[in-house]
């Protein structure tokens, strides 16, 4: 009797060790890898908030659908699922809806240290006349950066649905000299950062007929006055788009 007392004792040892090592094993593979610019350190679905839905949004901005426009608001909503299924879509990963390791790693992927797309840069987003930061408009260099960040990856979404091919930013973020030296609009949307001038590989009215998917609500372009050599994108939150001579 006194030999097979402590089996169970040892049997529920083991089974806790099992336990402890097949919890630890799940947390490791639902925890994404750490990343330079930003780590989520959990799985995002609908119904859920937080800084780092938020940072998610600003990452899957570009995936709005046609004529939309994501709330960067930190709120899981359908519309984000929506966006997150698009994105998901748009690089060949399971379309649940649900941010998990597979997304994160593709956004880590896709991202540099400083949080910029990887086909994007803030200099290239700079100043329209030759580049002195993002300060001399109406907003804090900060939320301008922030701005032209949140340009960047609508910018990234673009260029991956037209088979990521270059796009060229000939205008970026202007400073109130910059904008009035070139002629802009006393409201443009590159006095705040939301607004790029673009060239590629791609014909004008390719680029302005493809932007309205991306959740550019500004889009000008051949037709319009002063756009024949460039099609003009921003990210306002309403719909102006006027490219006569490309049916728009």
């Not at 089974?15 to 750490?34: D, G, K, N, Y």
């Not at 609508?154 to 002629?183: I, M």
Request: net charge negative; aromatic share 8%; glycine share 12%.
């Amino acid at each position: 009797m006194s030999i097979t007392r402590p089996l169970p004792r040892l049997l529920a040892v083991l089974l806790l060790f099992v336990a402890t090592l097949t919890a630890s094993q799940v947390v490791a593979t639902t925890v994404a890898h750490a990343d330079g610019c930003y780590t989520w350190g959990r799985q995002l679905s609908q119904g859920m908030s937080g800084a780092d839905v938020r940072q998610l949004q600003i990452r899957v901005s570009g995936y709005p659908g046609y004529g939309a426009h994501l709330a960067i608001d930190g709120e899981f909503g359908p519309a984000t699922k929506a966006a997150v299924q698009r994105f998901q879509a748009a690089y060949g990963l399971t379309q649940d809806g649900v941010a998990g390791s597979a997304t994160f790693s593709k956004i880590y992927a896709l991202q540099d240290d400083d949080c910029t797309p990887i086909h994007f840069t803030y200099a290239e987003l700079d100043d329209g006349c030759g580049g002195s930061g993002y300060d001399g408009g109406p907003l804090s260099e900060a939320a301008t950066k922030a701005n032209a960040l949140e340009t960047m990856w609508h910018l990234e979404a673009l260029r991956h649905a037209l088979g990521d091919q270059p796009l060229t930013v000939t205008s970026g973020f202007r400073s109130y000299s910059c904008n009035s030296q070139v002629g802009g609009a006393s409201n443009s949307q590159h006095l705040y950062g939301r607004s790029a001038d673009l060239v590629g590989v791609h014909s004008l009215c390719t680029l302005a007929k493809q932007a309205r998917y991306h959740g550019f609500g500004g889009i000008l372009g051949p037709g319009y006055p002063g756009h024949n050599d460039h099609t003009h994108a921003d990210i306002r939150t309403t719909n102006y788009w006027s490219a006569p001579n490309c049916g728009i």
